[in-house]
């Protein structure tokens, strides 16, 4: 099975504070991707991850920053967090191609910005 | 541009009896189609997708759902509604014509099964 492992489930911060929440996946996937969870809203696309090194935009980038040094990782940066982040933040990893595989995600991190 | 509407944000049903979530769709060509199911403090689980072919889709947990592409539908049923089934669902989709791997998902539907 697929797993997909985010290293905090609960994160508390400050207003201010520069955040990493990190992601881990075991299957070799190409793919990787950011989400933000919120009740009304579902997921909404932060950044995803074609493959080392490269990253594009989702749909709601703006205060956030991600890094893919290695394969496996994928972390997600708040570069000085505001209390709008406060939020559920999900991660997932896919293979690409012709077989049109699902999305695998972690159990999130719920991260409050007080 | 592609989007996902799930009209109802709660869905109560008795335990035994037939449950169905709605799902409909908008892309600029054709869809791919997911559903994926939510437990508490967990993350996302896939259920079943459709890619193309028979429009009606077997997955996990005895669910299945129907593609109608006049209707631009993607509804999840099940015949006969377990207390475990309840949980908060997405459907999602992927324009297959776009060439990239980017899914949209619905605002998500809670799913409550009656004892």
């Known amino acids: 099975d697929v797993k997909v492992t985010q290293s905090s489930r609960y994160l508390v911060k400050r207003t201010g504070e520069k955040v990493f929440l990190e992601c881990v996946q075991d299957?070799?996937?190409?793919?990787m991707f950011w989400y933000r969870q919120d009740p009304g809203l579902g997921l909404r696309l932060i950044y995803f991850?074609?493959?080392?090194?490269?990253?594009e935009k989702g749909d709601i980038p703006e205060g956030y920053s991600v890094s893919r040094e290695k394969k496996e990782r994928f972390s997600l940066i708040l570069e000085s967090a505001s209390t709008n982040q406060t939020s559920m933040y999900l991660c997932?990893?896919?293979?690409?191609?012709?077989?049109?595989?699902?999305?695998?995600f972690g159990d999130g991190t719920r991260l409050s910005i007080l | 541009a592609q989007s996902v509407a799930q009209p109802e944000d709660q869905v109560n049903v008795a335990e035994g009896n037939p449950l169905t979530v709605k799902c409909t769709y908008s892309?600029?060509?054709?869809?791919?189609l997911f559903w994926y199911v939510q437990y508490p403090n967990r993350g996302l689980q896939f259920l079943l997708k459709?890619?193309?072919?028979?429009?009606l889709v077997k997955g996990s947990y005895g669910f299945e759902a129907e593609f109608n592409k006049s209707q631009t539908s993607f509804h999840l049923k099940k015949p006969s509604a377990l207390v475990s089934d309840s949980a908060l669902y997405f459907c999602?989709?992927?324009?297959?014509?776009?060439?990239?791997?980017?899914?949209?998902f619905g605002t998500g539907t809670r799913l409550t099964i009656i004892p």
């Open positions: 892309v600029s060509g054709n869809p791919y």
């Open positions: 299957m070799d996937h190409e793919n």
């Open positions: 997932a990893s896919s293979s690409p191609g012709g077989r049109v595989e699902p999305q695998h």
């Open positions: 459709y890619i193309t072919g028979d429009n």
């Open positions: 991850s074609y493959d080392v090194k490269m990253k």
């Open positions: 999602a989709v992927r324009d297959q014509d776009f060439g990239n791997e980017k899914l949209t």
